[in-house]
């Protein structure tokens, strides 16, 4: 099993663990710009826990455990045995893996910082290593989360200062950028898998592969750079990352359920990176709430404007 089946499954098997949990250290920020409301999750690193539309309180983000939610994670390193330092058995061996949430142990991340302006929330947080036993990352993640419209682009930089760690940083990883978990009653998958991108040729409705497979749907010709899941009326999540054409996606349980419920789907943009240990890495994404319709064409502005930025700079 590669290491991102392997984090997904230990995600999806956390809530089954009995153990301490880190205290609510502020009141979760909320911002409200009249056509979605978004929340973050102070006690849990900052993620994104909650995104309704505006006036509505039906969470359309999955939070049955601390490894669903919208948030960071990243792989660094070889892979190692460190049961003598707390790893747990069942993620051993493992690479540098910090996690934005928590550790398989739910223990929390550390916020550091955090700030709210009119339609912008700011997180900073130490994360912990997934496979260690309450052992903090030598890294901090930001995340910066704006609402446009029916549209949260986020920008997320991990800022590494390793030092005294076996793992070794010439190893290529994929990464998830990031780890984004709709309900399962958006049970719908489309993306445009065509050879034509951005001409408003026929998007594609794959069957939806559930983990009890084995493992999420890969899918590698992601041209649009974009992935949804809808529900029947064919609204719901868009998630658009402009520099990944490789996704996975996929659903665990069943369809039809909802934020606090054990089933959940899931989309994964993905990218090959080597995490240096001073790396500074950092990228955007867009996560976008309408119909099919609708967050199609906002990925094509999204493009568009990227297009012009680009052309303007000498």
Avoid at 15 to 32: E, F, G, H, K
Avoid at 72 to 94: F, H, L, V
Avoid at 161 to 187: C, F, I, M, W
Avoid at 253 to 281: F, W
Wanted: glycine share 8%; hydrophobic share 35%; charged share 20%.
């Amino acid at each position: 099993m590669t290491k991102p089946a392997r984090l997904i499954f230990s995600f999806l098997l956390s809530a089954n663990r009995i153990l301490a949990q880190a205290p609510v250290q502020q009141t979760d920020p909320v911002i409200d710009n009249g056509v979605l409301t978004l929340r973050l999750d102070l006690s849990r690193g900052g993620a994104i826990s909650y995104i309704s539309l505006s006036g509505k309180d039906r969470n359309i983000v999955n939070i049955a455990d601390e490894g669903r939610y919208i948030q960071q994670s990243y792989y660094a390193g070889k892979t190692i045995d460190r049961k003598a330092d707390g790893q747990s058995p069942n993620w051993s061996p493992w690479s540098w893996n910090p996690i934005q949430v928590g550790d398989a142990f739910r223990h929390r991340a550390k916020i550091l910082a955090y700030r709210k302006r009119k339609n912008e929330l700011y997180v900073k947080c130490i994360p912990m290593l997934w496979d260690m036993n309450n052992q903090p990352a030598e890294a901090e993640m930001e995340q910066w989360t704006r609402l446009e419209g029916n549209v949260l682009k986020v920008h997320n930089r991990l800022t590494c200062h390793r030092t005294q760690d076996p793992y070794g940083d010439s190893v290529v990883n994929d990464q998830e950028l990031p780890a984004v978990y709709p309900v399962s009653a958006l049970k719908n998958l489309y993306a445009y898998l065509g050879n034509k991108p951005f001409s408003k040729d026929t998007v594609s409705n794959p069957e939806v592969v559930n983990l009890s497979s084995g493992f999420w749907g890969r899918y590698k010709n992601v041209a649009e750079h974009w992935m949804a899941f809808v529900d029947g009326q064919n609204w719901g999540m868009g998630i658009y990352n402009p520099g990944c054409t490789e996704f996975l996606a996929g659903r665990s349980g069943v369809p039809d359920k909802e934020a606090t419920d054990g089933s959940t789907s899931y989309i994964a943009p993905v990218k090959k990176a080597m995490l240096l240990k001073n790396t500074v890495y950092e990228y955007e994404y867009y996560v976008i709430v309408g119909s099919l319709e609708e967050i199609r064409s906002k990925v094509y502005a999204l493009h568009a404007a990227r297009g012009r930025i680009s052309h303007a700079i000498p």
